[in-house]
């Protein structure tokens, strides 16, 4: 991994300041969410990290591991829009063994991670417990559906213009993940869920070493 310029650690450190100011106590959740391409995984990895700079715990985990077997993600179709909306996560899982502890904090254990989607099976259960104090970031697609509405104190909506976006998907699944199933789902995301005006931050993630905060009322 290349050194952090200064301009990208200015730009997470002033998010993770932000955060924290605000959200720094008690069990706090935070989503990266985003169209496909965006770098949702990378980007919640790193400001993860400059959360956790001053010794804030902070745990992290991904909506991709808790994907539904692969029977019921492509039941309607391996190209399908609607399936890739509506079929691809267990959000009921997700709730029950991440979120909901993880935000009762004490002594209740959470789960990170439920499924491996490469072998599609489930994963053993690795329960784990933090302090009172700890954020939990978590990246994926959907994440400010109707299902997860309220659910997070400070939600990140990354964007990239097209070219950048088709390039890092490309690199990341190859052909399949040019699929119309991935841009259709999207857009019925868009269209039920108006992600982008649910965040807390929009970032511009087309160069990720110079990540841009775009403000919505000057767009």
């Given at each position: 991994?290349?050194?952090?310029?200064?301009?990208?650690?200015?730009?997470?450190?002033?998010?993770?300041?932000?955060?924290l100011a605000n959200y720094g106590k008690g069990r706090t959740l935070l989503a990266v969410d985003g169209i496909d391409g965006a770098g949702k995984r990378p980007f919640a990895d790193a400001l993860a990290e400059r959360l956790g700079r001053g010794g804030h715990a902070v745990f992290r985990a991904s909506v991709d591991r808790f994907h539904r077997p692969r029977a019921e993600r492509y039941a309607r179709g391996v190209d399908s829009a609607e399936g890739y909306y509506?079929?691809?996560?267990?959000?009921?899982?997700?709730?029950?063994?991440?979120?909901?502890?993880?935000r009762l904090g004490g002594s209740a254990g959470f789960v990170t991670a439920a499924f491996d989607?490469?072998?599609?099976?489930?994963?053993?259960?690795?329960?784990?417990?933090?302090?009172?104090?700890?954020?939990?970031?978590?990246?994926?697609?959907?994440?400010?559906?109707?299902?997860?509405?309220?659910?997070?104190?400070y939600s990140i909506w990354l964007e990239a213009d097209a070219d950048a976006a088709w390039a890092?998907?490309?690199?990341?699944?190859?052909?399949?993940?040019?699929?119309?199933?991935?841009?259709?789902?999207?857009?019925?995301?868009?269209?039920?869920?108006?992600?982008?005006?649910?965040?807390?931050?929009?970032?511009?993630?087309?160069?990720?070493?110079?990540?841009?905060?775009?403000?919505?009322?000057?767009?």
């Amino acid at each position: 991994m290349p050194p952090w310029t200064p301009e990208k650690r200015a730009a997470f450190d002033s998010l993770a300041d932000e955060f924290l100011a605000n959200y720094g106590k008690g069990r706090t959740l935070l989503a990266v969410d985003g169209i496909d391409g965006a770098g949702k995984r990378p980007f919640a990895d790193a400001l993860a990290e400059r959360l956790g700079r001053g010794g804030h715990a902070v745990f992290r985990a991904s909506v991709d591991r808790f994907h539904r077997p692969r029977a019921e993600r492509y039941a309607r179709g391996v190209d399908s829009a609607e399936g890739y909306y509506y079929d691809s996560f267990d959000y009921e899982l997700f709730r029950r063994v991440l979120i909901e502890p993880f935000r009762l904090g004490g002594s209740a254990g959470f789960v990170t991670a439920a499924f491996d989607v490469e072998r599609d099976v489930p994963l053993e259960m690795q329960w784990q417990t933090g302090p009172q104090d700890a954020t939990l970031v978590v990246d994926g697609a959907f994440l400010n559906r109707p299902e997860l509405r309220g659910i997070w104190n400070y939600s990140i909506w990354l964007e990239a213009d097209a070219d950048a976006a088709w390039a890092r998907l490309l690199e990341l699944d190859g052909p399949a993940g040019q699929s119309p199933r991935y841009p259709g789902g999207q857009k019925l995301y868009l269209a039920e869920a108006n992600p982008r005006a649910r965040a807390t931050a929009i970032i511009d993630n087309s160069n990720p070493e110079l990540p841009v905060r775009v403000f919505a009322d000057s767009c």
